[in-house]
Nanobody, 127 residues
Framework: QVQLVESGGGLAQTGGSLRLSCATS????????MGWFRQAPGKERTFVAT????????YYADSVKGRFTISRDNAKNTVYLQMNSLQPEDTAVYYC????????????????????WGQGTQVTVSS
C-alpha cells in the first residue's frame, strides 16, 4: 500500500521557520517528481514547490520563492520543505504528492500531474 505521510506542521510566529517532511512507503518514488501543495481555508489547493528525481531541478511558486526550499533524500524515501520567514498568508494545510512520470518539467507545477497524495499537515502562522 502506497503511503505518503507528512509531518512537521504546527504553529509558528511571523518570521519563524518550520520544516515539513514527507515519508513515503509502499513503493519507491526515486524516479518521480515530488511536490508540495497547500490549501488555505476557503481556497483552492495551490502549487508550492516541486523537485526532480535526483534533486537537480526545483521549481517554486512566486509567493514562496526565496523563503522555502524543497529537497529530497531518496535513500530515506523522504521529501522535505524548509519554510523560512513565514507569513500569516502561509497558513494552510500542506500536502505532499508524488507525480506521474514521463512529462516535461513544467507539467509538474500542476496538481493533475500528481497521482499519490498525503493526508496533509496543518501550518498556522500567527501575526
Amino acid at each position: 500500500q502506497v503511503q505518503l505521510v507528512e509531518s512537521g506542521g504546527g504553529l509558528a510566529q511571523t518570521g519563524g521557520s518550520l520544516r515539513l517532511s514527507c515519508a513515503t512507503s509502499g513503493r519507491t518514488f526515486s524516479s518521480n517528481f515530488m511536490g508540495w501543495f497547500r490549501q488555505a481555508p476557503g481556497k483552492e489547493r495551490t502549487f508550492v514547490a516541486t523537485i526532480s528525481q535526483n534533486g537537480g531541478n526545483t521549481y517554486y511558486a512566486d509567493s514562496v520563492k526565496g523563503r522555502f526550499t524543497i529537497s529530497r533524500d531518496n535513500a530515506k524515501n523522504t521529501v522535505y520543505l524548509q519554510m523560512n520567514s513565514l507569513q500569516p498568508e502561509d497558513t494552510a494545510v500542506y500536502y505532499c504528492a508524488a507525480a506521474i512520470t514521463g512529462y516535461s518539467n513544467t507539467y509538474y507545477l500542476k496538481d493533475y500531474a500528481y497521482r499519490y497524495w498525503g493526508q496533509g499537515t496543518q501550518v498556522t502562522v500567527s501575526s
